[in-house]
């Protein structure tokens, strides 16, 4: 974040309420928007680490990506000398532009690629909100062609048995790795991937069983991770 908390003191807000707000994108500097922010924005920015924007044509509090899922994760954020307008550094989940595009300032069609990760730490968490949308999705799929919906369709015991199960499994696969030795370390990191991916699978088939969005995690993770 920036090195001085941005208060909504030192915004000139003006007449109209609004500033422009300029997004960049953390990992490359890309400019990949220009929308309004106001006290409530901001203020919503601040609280969550998502970015939210004052919506002009409705006249209301937008948070960027609610109906995509395309949300822009809060980096940094800091204001120009004269305190009316401020740039946001956010790493996106995805297309930034409503028309699928990295960038509202890309071509139409131009790839909607994401910037790769800045340091190798980065471990493209992002590529969740995808999945989350294809579950969510599949709610309302046959469940005669669609594993997930039977899964849904099954109420809240059947993904948490498969949670239940997929957990212990995770327990498992990692003793056999743990007790592997060197030459058998690659099948047995192969097989424990296997079975974190089926348990976050169905992790968020059971959120979604109980219309638990994943953000409310998120933000208790968030809440816990608060000094």
């Not at 807000?13 to 707000?21: D, F, H, I, Q, R």
């Not at 220009?34 to 970015?51: H, M, P, R």
């Not at 989350?132 to 048995?161: M, N």
Request: proline share 6%; net charge negative; with cysteine.
């Amino acid at each position: 974040m920036s090195e001085k908390p941005i208060l909504q003191g030192d915004v000139a807000w003006g007449s109209t309420g609004l500033v422009p707000a300029v997004v960049q994108d953390a990992a490359d500097g890309r400019v990949l928007m220009v929308a309004y922010v106001d006290a409530e924005a901001l203020a919503a920015t601040l609280a969550t680490g998502e970015v939210h924007f004052h919506s002009r044509s409705r006249d209301h509090l937008w948070r960027k990506g609610e109906t995509s899922g395309n949300v822009l994760r809060l980096e940094d954020i800091s204001i120009d000398c004269d305190g009316d307008a401020l740039l946001i550094r956010a790493d996106p989940a995805g297309p930034t532009c409503h028309r699928g595009t990295r960038s509202c300032f890309d071509p139409a069609n131009a790839p909607g690629e994401v910037a790769p990760a800045r340091t190798a730490t980065r471990q493209g968490f992002q590529w969740l909100e995808t999945l989350w949308s294809t579950i969510d999705a599949r709610a309302t799929a046959d469940p005669a062609t669609s594993y997930t919906a039977r899964l849904l369709a099954g109420g809240v015991d059947a993904p948490g048995r498969k949670v239940t199960e997929e957990a212990t499994e995770v327990l498992m696969a990692a003793k056999d790795d743990a007790a592997a030795p060197p030459d058998r370390r690659e099948a047995t990191r192969d097989a424990l991937t296997g079975e974190v991916a089926d348990l976050l699978y169905h992790t968020l088939v059971l959120l979604r069983e109980r219309g638990l969005p994943p953000a409310e995690v998120i933000s208790r993770l968030r809440d816990r991770h608060a000094p």
